[in-house]
């Protein structure tokens, strides 16, 4: 089993992806968007049809790859400007999966204290 925190970058990639390419070619999208694949970040990509999602991720020993395939609907991802990737948080990225547009939520301004 692994774990995750909320301190995990998620980096989803915008374009579509051909999701037949396994570990090296989806490590070869990672490294050539300027990203280490070893970094412990998780890699996001979504497929053409918006249907299903990979997830490749480095844990020590190796990389893993996690995938979901909606059975009704699609992946919403729509994002402000024309970037080939978005940084999401564990709450958007556990949207995401489950279908639900990230996008339209609104959520609450949390306080913060001052310096």
């Keep these: 089993m692994f774990g995750l ?3 995990t970058r998620v980096l989803l990639f915008t374009g579509e992806t051909d999701l037949r390419k396994g570990y090296d070619g ?3 999208l990672v490294t050539t968007a300027g990203e280490s694949v070893y970094s412990g970040d998780l890699f996001v ?3 053409s049809r918006r249907t299903s999602a990979k997830i490749l991720l480095w844990r020590t020993g190796g990389m893993m790859i996690l995938q979901k395939r909606l059975d009704r609907g699609r992946f919403k991802v729509r994002l402000c400007g024309s970037a080939d990737r978005a940084e999401l948080d564990m709450t958007q990225l556990t949207m995401l999966l489950d279908g639900i547009d990230f996008a339209q939520v609104k959520r609450p301004t949390h306080w ?3 310096e």
């Design 5 to 7: 925190s909320t301190a």
């Design 26 to 28: 989806l490590a070869a």
């Design 45 to 47: 990509f979504v497929s």
């Design 112 to 114: 913060r204290p001052t």
